[in-house]
């Protein structure tokens, strides 16, 4: 497996109505998800888009999410927002710099804190309708007009960040270091489709 090393700029965890996170100094990371945190289960309610009816109670492959800092700019630059979007705002539990797209790390690649805390990827995290409603709400462009409603959903198009499951508890805290170690086939496996 190919690994880099990134860091953590920011951690985040709540429940708010408008889908916004707090920012805290360090985060609590159990085998259910973050403590605190909206998304903290082992299972989860099916919605729109999920291979399973609407209302099936299904496996939760979206106990964290993560954004990255860099993807963050570059959103906030395609919608001409005239302040930063933040990932408190956008709902995400990690800020991660130093990872080249972000947003396109495969399933099954891990991410390893210095706590011992390990998250796994599990998917790529579409942007929505509702978040870029709430975005727009938030922001206006740098001549001052509002921001429309379809700015975000179109700009965080394959930047939008991860989501995935808690492989190992620990502690993450804003200031650490993240190993990644982007998946790779198994070589025995690699070998097996020739």
């Not at 499951?165 to 496996?189: C, K, S």
């Amino acid at each position: 497996m190919k690994k880099i090393t990134g860091k953590v700029i920011s951690v985040h965890s709540g429940s708010n109505v408008d889908l916004s996170k707090e920012a805290h100094s360090s985060i609590q990371v159990e085998l259910d998800g973050i403590v605190g945190d909206r998304h903290r289960s082992y299972v989860r309610n099916t919605w729109s888009g999920d291979k399973q009816p609407l209302g099936t109670l299904r496996r939760n492959e979206r106990q964290w999410s993560a954004v990255s800092s860099r993807e963050l700019e570059e959103i906030a630059s395609e919608m001409n927002c005239a302040e930063p979007l933040t990932a408190a705002s956008l709902g995400a539990n990690l800020c991660l710099g130093g990872i080249p797209e972000l947003s396109r790390l495969p399933k099954g690649t891990l991410l390893r804190f210095p706590s011992g805390a390990e998250l796994i990827v599990e998917e790529y995290n579409p942007p929505c309708q509702d978040m870029s409603n709430i975005q727009a709400s938030l922001h206006r462009t740098k001549s001052g007009d509002p921001v429309s409603p379809l700015a975000f959903s179109r700009a965080a198009k394959l930047r939008r960040g991860i989501v995935g499951v808690v492989e190992a508890a620990g502690v993450i805290a804003a200031g650490d270091h993240v190993e990644v170690e982007i998946y790779a086939t198994p070589p025995w496996l690699a070998l097996s489709e020739q």
